[in-house]
């Protein structure tokens, strides 16, 4: 009878982790027995978990190997994006330091490895989506941002760009009384998505940028408390802070497919498909970011909050490296179920095929870019076997 009631107690508990934030039973525990006494090293405060690793050399494989078998082409109009881009930050009145951060950053390459099948005028949309999300987030979340330790100011400018949001998506006829260049600049968007998406993929559009802001707005209060969350904290907020999911509603868009209908994104494989997703571009990103992290004297990524509970910097990296190559397998699995279920349907089957190459070749650009991209400054430490050696 115990042995009854504690698997039955195992399941529930493996049944809740996948419910809030995917995470298989393996994870689960590997998380419990991180916070476990006989595992935690003393707490410590940020700047000494910062001084920990600072000084560190770590090492992360050819993680391009992961990802040989997936898509990754380039679109073929990515010099005409270069300068496409130059024109629409000029609005913005940036700083020269701003602009020149940007720049480097080398977000034409971004929107073309993230989106090599789109035509060009979409393809414009779904950039501009995508460096007004760096350029949003930054005002709050970079120490050099306006509003880095300003949450008041912050609260007033994530209300203000949902109001103006739910306007530029056609919800709401009376525009909002809004003058930050930042979040005006997200008109073309919903303008183009207005052209396109119905009411439901434009309410979905909005959905996920409201859950993007309200977990921006749980990262940046750990952030003022000066709290280091544990690992199933971080990956509640980092999902939606992320903007991944918000990206990824954008598929039909670009590829300028059929419009599923909602009941699509009620199937477990497609959740799937998006969870993986996700959690595969955040994982890149916070070991390619982690030295401009690091500089920057942020710890709110997944190796420093490792490294807070219990692993070795190199322990923290090897296990991110796990995350990678399962959700890469989950994924593709999901993949092939989804497939089999439009067997019947050649139209429908092409859109979902198409739909997951676009998932995954966000994936891919968002490595192919990370790779090379200034923002985070790893292309000179590439070591033989095609991997990196990053010194924090």
Same mark, same amino acid.
């Given at each position: ?64 190997? +992961? ?46 490895? !993230? ?18 999300? +760096? %350029? !949003? ?13 300003? +949450? ?12 103006? #949001? ?49 977990? #921006? ?42 419009? +599923? ?62 995350? %990678? ?8 699995? #999901? ?33 192919? !870019?990370? $790779? ?8 000179? #430490? ?5 991997? $990196?050696?990053?010194?924090?």
């Amino acid at each position: 009878m115990l042995s009854l009631l504690t698997h039955i107690l195992t399941r529930i508990v493996h049944l809740l982790f996948k419910f809030v934030i995917g995470f298989d039973l393996a994870t689960s525990q590997a998380i419990s027995q991180s916070q476990s006494p006989s595992n935690t090293k003393p707490r410590q405060t940020r700047e000494e978990l910062l001084n920990n690793l600072r000084g560190k050399t770590v090492r992360i494989p050819d993680l391009t190997s +992961f990802f040989a078998h997936w898509p990754d082409p380039v679109n073929s109009d990515l010099d005409k994006l270069r300068k496409e881009i130059d024109e629409w930050l000029k609005p913005f009145d940036l700083s020269p330091k701003v602009l020149a951060a940007l720049q480097k950053a080398d977000f034409g390459y971004f929107g073309a490895t !993230w989106w090599p099948h789109a035509r060009f005028e979409r393809l414009k949309i779904v950039t501009y989506l995508i460096i007004w999300l +760096f %350029i !949003w987030d930054d005002e709050i979340d970079i120490s050099d941002g306006s509003m880095y330790e300003d +949450f008041s100011n912050a609260q007033l400018y994530r209300e203000q760009t949902l109001a103006f #949001a739910r306007y530029s998506l056609g919800f709401d006829n009376e525009e909002p009384e809004v003058e930050n260049k930042i979040i005006r600049a997200f008109a073309p968007i919903g303008l183009a998505l207005n052209d396109v998406y119905d009411t439901p993929h434009r309410e979905m559009v909005y959905r996920e940028l409201e859950f993007d802001i309200t977990m #921006a707005e749980k990262e940046q209060r750990l952030r003022l408390s000066q709290q280091v969350p544990t690992l199933e904290e971080f990956w509640q907020y980092r999902l939606g802070a992320s903007a991944v999911y918000l990206c990824l509603v954008f598929q039909e868009f670009s590829r300028e497919s059929t419009q +599923f209908p909602m009941s699509f994104y009620e199937d477990e494989d497609v959740k799937l498909i998006l969870l993986c997703t996700n959690r595969l571009i955040s994982a890149v990103n916070d070991l390619l970011s982690l030295k401009k992290e690091i500089r920057k004297g942020a710890v709110d990524s997944l190796v420093p909050i490792l490294c807070y509970h219990g692993r070795e910097a190199q322990g923290a990296v090897d296990e991110v490296i796990t995350m %990678i190559k399962d959700d890469v397998r989950k994924l593709d699995e #999901a993949a092939a179920r989804l497939l089999t279920k439009y067997e019947d349907d050649e139209q429908m089957k092409s859109d979902v095929g198409n739909f997951i190459n676009g998932c995954k070749s966000n994936a891919v650009g968002n490595l192919t !870019w990370s $790779l090379v991209t200034g923002r985070y400054g790893v292309s000179q #430490a590439k070591n033989a076997s095609g991997g $990196l050696l990053i010194d924090l």
